[in-house]
């Protein structure tokens, strides 16, 4: 598999990342992609995990989900620049990642102290062009100039159809890199249906709170391959988790299997294609 080096000189021997997200797709996704370019990747699931892992390691960048459970990436992001926290770099570069890249969530990520935002799901070259203005150069500074922000132009709102499996566009977000592609759909099949089975679960025992967690989830992996019919429903349910509605959430896991199950046709379609 083809790796995309860097334009950049980083540290000796390979920049290392933290990577902040609850969701294992998108963790797989992050790792992989800073895999490609010759980065070490560590992933953990929530800020609290990611405060223990900035105290026992020197990392060079920590990309942060936004909405996590146990501690959220704003509370994390304060508690590393809080200079008395035991992290080991207050001055880490921190880069938000969000599925939700509207303006109040760039500036709450701002306010938190950090550095800039990535929207989910992310695009290759997006993050590289973020690695190359926050890696630390050779002599320890980075490119970008603290507290500036660049500009996202995946952030807004993607303005297509309810498209089962957008192929088109999960391979741009990946630079055509099919065995990237491969990688990450593989992992959507594995991890999806346990992640299903949990909505249904938290649903039927009436955790509406729960069912916001999990379908917020949901949504935000399914977003990675361009499935937008269930990444959709991820949303309403979502919602209606909100608003404890749970006829809606119950009228919502009630169409959950067959969105699983086309998108699941469409992605082993894919697999078999490239195989």
Same mark, same amino acid.
């Given at each position: ?19 902040? #997200? #609850? ?41 942060? #989900? ?99 499996? #957008? ?109």
């Amino acid at each position: 598999m083809a790796t995309h080096p860097l334009p950049i000189e980083i540290r000796p021997g390979g920049a290392r990342i933290l990577v902040v #997200d #609850d969701n294992i797709i998108n963790q797989h996704v992050a790792a992989a992609m800073l895999t490609r370019f010759g980065l070490r990747a560590d992933s953990v699931a929530n800020g609290q995990e990611a405060l223990q892992a900035l105290t026992g390691l020197l990392y060079d960048l920590v990309l942060m #989900d936004v909405q996590m459970p146990v501690m959220d990436g704003l509370e994390a992001t304060r508690r590393v620049r809080n200079p008395k926290s035991s992290v080991l770099n207050h001055r880490i570069p921190i880069i938000a990642m969000t599925a939700n890249a509207v303006p109040g969530d760039r500036d709450r990520s701002l306010h938190a102290g950090m550095n800039d935002f990535i929207a989910k799901p992310l695009q290759i070259q997006r993050l590289a062009d973020l690695l190359e203005a926050w890696l630390p150069r050779e002599g320890g500074a980075s490119s970008a100039t603290t507290g500036s922000v660049t500009r996202d132009p995946s952030s807004a709102p993607l303005e297509t159809g309810l498209a089962i499996f #957008d192929r088109e566009r999960f391979l741009a977000c990946l630079g055509e890199d099919r065995g990237l592609a491969r990688e990450i759909l593989r992992a959507i099949l594995n991890n999806l249906p346990g992640q299903i089975d949990e909505l249904r679960a938290r649903i039927e025992s009436r955790d509406a709170a729960g069912a916001v967690l999990v379908a917020h989830k949901i949504q935000g992996g399914i977003g990675t391959v361009g499935g937008d019919a269930l990444a959709a429903l991820a949303r309403d349910l979502e919602r209606a988790g909100r608003l404890s509605d749970f006829a809606a959430l119950e009228r919502g896991l009630a169409e959950l299997p067959q969105h699983h199950a086309r998108l699941r046709e469409a992605m082993e379609a894919e697999l078999n294609r490239e195989a």
